[in-house]
């Protein structure tokens, strides 16, 4: 009893004391008093580390602050970081030809690495060399009288298509992977960050989206994840809605390897310097539409479905530190190349036995594969693309490393075998109706079309709604149906 | 004080090893240290390194997405050391500082070290300055020293305890440097041997008067109450949180739980 009305005091006095602070409040309000509060704060942290830090000259001449001066100029910042990237893709682009050429020698293509051999080092490759893994393969099953279904299935289907994922993606990952860990390991992302701020503060958004949007880079699952760091969960949901924007991991090499093969070589020589240029700026111009497109889709977000105002927050700039070089090959090499190539590998290989027994059934006279891209063709047309790459893109739902493979997959089996040599891909898809325009569309179409099936997964975890999910697969696909239709008819237009 | 009862000359034996009894399983004292730092300046590898856990660290801020625990035993006593979210101050602009000062007020850790960049110390005072008027046990643990040199930043740890009242330990977490001072400064702080009094900066001239008759008024209330005059700066500002906690009776519970705490170690120097 007693101790209930003691209680019973405690509260009233509390709440007394509630009522006098509210009355002080008013006299000096809230906002000011924290600010004094914080202002005192400084000036005793300035006292005392006037008393207890001693600055000497730094050792080093060039250090973090003069870095940054530069790197996050207000007006240089963007610039450099343009070039910055620029380079990355250049060396992409340039060191990704040359193996890739030997790759498919000594996995695919007949005749083995003879070409390679004659065309880049100028010498005749050793007879063991002049035939292929495949072609072995092909002799293996023969010698053991394999019924060619069998060595159809596991051979033309199942191995070719693990073949044309290494020998496509393996080159393009295993050159950007190194130098964008670099780029991270050094300290640079948190200033792009910096600098991309403004942008998407402009945009109603959060400017730790920029940092999320960075890890979208390596894989779109991963940058949705990143979005935890984000507190307001408006600002969490746009950053995790347009995080699909960014190329990933899967998708750098499709764009690259386009970019390098076709629209280069459509516009300039083969093989030049300023053929690598006009692939750069390809994969550049890609990138940098994708960053747009977020920042469009993040102000349209921010003043429809998800209305508010931007939250402020604090971004420190990291010290710049000296990368470790085995850990960078580590962490590109085995966290991202070795994963990325397996993801694709698990994918590709049922996908190669598939296409194959797409290809080589028949229902009426016509394979299911052509009958298929047949019927995806007008549509495929419509936005720049045709049947075939439309059907690429659904087989690599699961992984969007694939697409490429697998569109080189249903060419080939297109009945009209092709001398498959690494450097003369691109004549491959000239005789099977490309253009500049269905290069370029498959570009935009691969950045913005919908997520891949684990990133739609992890949406689904993050936010625990259908709702959003279905928003984040569909919205992202609309766009680039949207986008790739008004580009095919700009283009149709002025032909 | 457990841990005396067995200090016996056998107890390198290996026998002796495994059949002793940890502090824990018996009800022993087992001291929680919490882990308070600005984002990026090495808290998760101070952590990992005192705990041999491995969180995943970065070159990011807000790499620690959620907190994490761990342990670390020192002259026979564990610790349990608690990684809060990296927070720039604790006013409670989000999740993070409202979790980080949440555990610190709340939650009553024996001690909390308040990690801070050597290199850039005025900006990260302003966490301890904050940290310290919660709670006065507490450690400073001036990182990234080796970082700081080769900048020509040359912090004296001794001067600046002295400036704030509360020990601070120079360490490069990554390298190892001063980690085991830090571990015998926290044991000493948690023990009494190393007496803290922080020297709290005035409040604002503005508020004075203010803050001057709201103390007395909550340490009538609450007489156990060490933080009175951090509780007055939150009810002045119209902290919500705090309001809450004074109007359901949780804010008495913590001034009974300090009372008694502080009855059960009669040995620790009760700051004026």
Excluded at chain 1, 130 to 150: I, K, T
Excluded at chain 1, 362 to 382: C, D, H, K, Q, T
Aim: proline letters at 6%; aromatic letters at 8%.
């Amino acid at each position: 009893m007693s101790d209930s009305t003691a209680a019973m005091r405690e509260k009233a006095s509390a709440a007394e004391l509630l009522q006098r602070a509210d009355a002080l409040r008013e006299r000096i309000g809230g906002e000011r008093f924290r600010d004094e509060l914080v202002a005192t704060l400084y000036r005793r942290a300035e006292e005392v580390v006037a008393q207890s830090v001693r600055r000497r000259r730094p050792r080093v001449w060039l250090t973090d602050e003069t870095i940054d001066r530069i790197l996050t100029h207000p007006v240089l910042g963007i610039p450099v970081m343009a070039a910055l990237f620029a380079v990355v893709f250049w060396i992409t682009v340039v060191g990704a030809n040359v193996p890739s050429a030997f790759l498919a020698g000594l996995l695919m293509t007949d005749g083995g690495l003879t070409e390679p051999f004659r065309e880049y080092l100028g010498i005749d490759a050793p007879v063991w060399l002049a035939s292929s893994v495949y072609q072995l393969l092909h002799a293996l099953f023969a010698v053991l009288r394999a019924p060619p279904w069998l060595s159809g299935f596991i051979v033309d289907g199942v191995y070719l298509g693990l073949a044309w994922v290494i020998s496509v993606m393996l080159p393009p990952m295993a050159i950007f992977f190194p130098l964008f860990t670099l780029l991270e390991d050094l300290g640079y992302l948190p200033r792009v960050a910096f600098n991309l701020d403004w942008l998407f503060k402009r945009a109603g958004a959060h400017g730790k989206q920029a940092l999320t949007m960075m890890m979208g880079f390596g894989c779109n699952a991963a940058g949705v994840i990143a979005c935890r760091v984000i507190d307001s969960p408006r600002e969490r949901l746009i950053a995790i809605l347009t995080n699909v924007f960014v190329p990933c991991n899967g998708r750098f090499p499709t764009l690259i390897t386009v970019a390098s093969l076709f629209v280069a070589s459509a516009v300039a020589r083969p093989g030049t310097f300023v053929a690598s240029l006009v692939g750069t700026a390809a994969v550049v111009g890609v990138v940098v539409f994708g960053v747009i497109t977020t920042l469009f889709v993040s102000w349209i977000l921010s003043r429809t479905v998800l209305r508010g105002e931007p939250s402020a927050f604090i971004l420190e700039l990291p010290p710049y530190r000296r990368p470790s070089l085995l850990r960078v090959l580590y962490t590109s090499l085995i966290d991202r190349t070795a994963f990325v190539l397996y993801r694709a590998c698990v994918v590709a290989a049922p996908a190669g036995g598939i296409i194959w027994l797409m290809a080589n059934l028949n229902i009426g006279g016509a394979s299911i594969a052509s009958l298929v891209y047949g019927f995806l063709e007008p549509f495929g047309r419509l936005i720049g693309l045709d049947g075939v790459i439309l059907l690429a893109f659904i087989i690599a739902i699961p992984a969007n490393e694939i697409v490429m493979p697998t569109a080189l997959m249903l060419y080939m089996n297109q009945g009209r075998m092709v001398e498959l040599q690494g450097a003369l891909l691109g004549a491959v898809l000239t005789d099977h109706g490309w253009t500049l325009l269905t290069a370029v569309s498959l570009m935009l179409f691969s950045l913005l079309h919908n997520p891949c099936g684990t990133t739609i997964w992890t949406i689904w975890r993050e936010t625990r709604s259908i709702r959003w999910t279905v928003l984040g697969a569909f919205m992202p696909l609309t766009i680039a149906i949207l986008v790739c239709a008004m580009v095919a008819s700009l283009a149709r237009l002025f032909q | 004080m457990i841990g005396t009862l067995f200090h016996s000359p056998c107890r390198d034996c290996p026998l002796h090893q495994s059949y002793v009894v940890h502090p824990d399983d018996i009800g022993g004292r087992q001291y929680t240290v919490a882990l308070a730092g600005n984002p990026n300046t090495g808290k998760s590898t101070v952590f990992n390194a005192l705990t041999g856990l491995r969180q995943h660290t970065g070159n990011w801020p807000g790499k620690t997405v959620s907190r994490a625990e761990g342990r670390f035993v020192h002259d026979g006593t564990t610790y349990r050391l608690v990684d809060l979210p990296g927070t720039y101050s604790l006013l409670s602009a989000s999740t993070d500082e409202e979790i980080a000062r949440d555990s610190i007020l709340f939650g009553q850790p024996d001690c909390t070290v308040v990690v801070v960049d050597a290199t850039a110390l005025e900006r990260n005072l302003n966490l301890v300055f904050q940290v310290m008027e919660i709670t006065d046990k507490v450690v400073v643990c001036v990182n990234l020293m080796d970082e700081a040199r080769r900048k020509g930043i040359e912090v004296n740890t001794d001067q600046l305890s002295k400036e704030i009242g509360v020990p601070a330990v120079g360490t490069a977490a990554r390298t190892g440097e001063g980690l085991r001072e830090l571990v015998r400064t926290i044991a000493g702080v948690i023990d009494g041997r190393i007496p803290t009094s922080p020297k709290l900066p005035a409040p604002p001239m503005a508020a004075k008067s203010l803050v001057d008759e709201l103390v007395p008024k909550i340490r009538a209330l609450f007489p156990g109450l060490r933080n009175a005059r951090w509780i007055a700066y939150r009810l002045i500002e119209g902290d919500y949180r705090i309001r809450q906690a004074l109007m359901s009776g949780e804010l008495a519970a913590l001034a009974r739980n300090e009372t008694e705490s502080l009855s059960a170690q009669p040995l620790e120097t009760v700051p004026g």
